[in-house]
C-alpha cells in the first residue's frame, strides 16, 4: 500500500482558501487518489477522488501533478463548518482492494 | 434513503460484559465495512464482508471480537468479553461494489463504546 503523509494540523480563517497537500511518493499505476473529510461526533464522507490532473466537485478541487507523487486538496473559500479531519487515501481501484486511512489533517477555521 | 444505521449510539458497560454493536447498511450495497476509532490508533478496519460473505477480518484484533452478516441488511460485532482497551468509537460503512479505491464507502454514525 501506498504510504502518505500530510500535515497533522492547520489554521485557516473563515473566507480564505485552504489548501492541504498529500505526499505519496510510491504510488502505483493502479492506485486513485481520494479524499474524505471528518466532521466530530461523525463518521468520515467522501469528498473528492482523482487519478491525475485537476479534479473538481462542489465541495473542493483536487490537484495531482504529472509524477503523481502528491497531490493537493483545495476548498474555496473555507467557513467555520470546513473545521473537520481531511484524509488523504491512495489504493488501487479494484474490488478486494482496502483504503486505510492514516492521521488525516485537522483543519481549524476560525472566525 | 436514510443512510448507514447503527445502534445503539452510545454504551456503557462493565469489563466482562459482553457487547453487541448493530449495522443496517444502505439498501442495494454489496460491501460492508467495521471500522474502530481512538486518538490513539486513529481510524483501523477491521472487517470486511462482500455479500454477506467476510472477506478480509485480518484487523480484528483478537478472538474477543466477532462479526457476522446473516443478510444484506443487518450485521453485528460482538465483543466478548469486553475490556476497557476497548473503549472506542465504531463505525460501519458501506459501498456498492467490492471495495476498492473507485467504491465509496458511506459511514454510519458511529457507536461510542465505554468499557468501565
Known amino acids: 500500500l501506498a504510504k502518505t503523509t500530510q500535515p497533522i494540523s492547520m489554521d485557516s480563517y473563515e473566507g480564505q482558501e485552504v489548501n492541504i497537500t498529500c505526499s505519496h511518493n510510491?504510488?502505483?499505476?493502479?492506485?486513485?487518489i481520494t479524499w474524505y473529510q471528518q466532521f466530530p461526533s461523525q463518521g468520515p464522507r467522501f469528498i473528492i477522488q482523482g487519478y491525475k490532473t485537476k479534479v473538481t466537485n462542489e465541495v473542493a478541487s483536487l490537484f495531482i501533478p504529472a509524477d503523481r507523487k502528491s497531490s493537493t486538496l483545495s476548498l474555496p473559500r473555507v467557513s467555520l463548518s470546513d473545521t473537520a479531519v481531511y484524509y488523504c487515501?491512495?489504493?488501487?481501484?479494484?474490488?478486494?482492494?482496502?483504503?486505510?486511512f492514516g492521521g488525516g489533517t485537522r483543519l481549524m477555521v476560525k472566525p | 434513503d436514510a443512510g448507514v444505521i447503527q445502534s445503539p449510539r452510545h454504551e456503557v458497560t462493565e469489563m466482562g460484559q459482553e457487547v453487541t454493536l448493530r449495522c443496517k447498511p444502505i439498501?442495494?450495497?454489496?460491501?460492508l465495512f467495521w471500522y474502530r476509532q481512538t486518538m490513539m490508533r486513529g481510524l483501523e478496519l477491521l472487517i470486511y464482508f462482500n455479500n454477506n460473505v467476510p472477506i478480509d477480518d485480518s484487523g480484528m484484533p483478537e478472538d474477543r471480537f466477532s462479526a457476522k452478516m446473516p443478510n444484506a441488511s443487518f450485521s453485528t460485532l460482538k465483543i466478548q468479553p469486553s475490556e476497557p482497551r476497548d473503549s472506542a468509537v465504531y463505525f460501519c460503512a458501506s459501498s456498492l461494489k467490492g471495495g476498492g479505491a473507485t467504491d465509496t464507502q458511506y459511514f454510519g454514525p458511529g457507536t461510542r463504546l465505554t468499557v468501565l
Open positions: 439498501s442495494g450495497h454489496n460491501s
Open positions: 510510491n504510488i502505483a499505476t493502479n492506485d486513485y
Open positions: 487515501l491512495v489504493g488501487e481501484g479494484n474490488a478486494g482492494n482496502m483504503l486505510t
